[in-house]
């Protein structure tokens, strides 16, 4: 695997973890009454993850990430912004993702777009106080 499709993987990799974290706070945030439910319920946060996580279906990092959340984020501002950083990273991963599928099949990717043909003639500087000659 060349350098790069190694890190267009790694950076998917990054993508994916990151979005499965924030999927489960942003769910934590649209219900924290269920949540608070639920680890107040619980003996101890040990067994209030592994409630969350038979509550909610989440993995246990899913369900670490939402009992650490603070309340000040349940305020809907930040429920909104939760919410943008889902989409963000699902738009992020998807191109990602995409991007590399090309880059393995030996499609080649322009980094950049070309630059536009230049549209006026350059001339040489001239100092100031030089004749030419």
Do not use: C
């Not at 003996?43 to 959340?69: H, M, P």
């Not at 943008?84 to 322009?110: D, F, I, K, M, W």
Request: net charge positive; aromatic share 2%; proline share 6%.
């Amino acid at each position: 695997m060349r350098r790069r499709d190694h890190d267009m993987a790694a950076e998917v990799r990054r993508l994916r973890e990151r979005l499965h974290v924030i999927e489960a706070i942003d769910a934590a945030m649209h219900d924290p009454h269920r949540v608070l439910d639920v680890l107040t319920a619980a003996a101890d946060i040990e067994s209030g993850i592994v409630a969350l996580q038979e509550e909610f279906g989440w993995s246990r990092v899913q369900a670490t990430a939402a009992t650490d959340v603070q309340f000040r984020r349940a305020v809907g501002i930040e429920r909104a912004r939760i919410h943008e950083q889902v989409a963000e990273v699902r738009t992020l991963l998807a191109r990602s993702t995409n991007q590399l599928r090309t880059e393995q099949a030996g499609l080649s990717v322009p980094e950049r777009p070309a630059p536009a043909p230049r549209r006026t003639r350059s001339e040489p500087r001239r100092r100031p106080g030089r004749q030419p000659g």
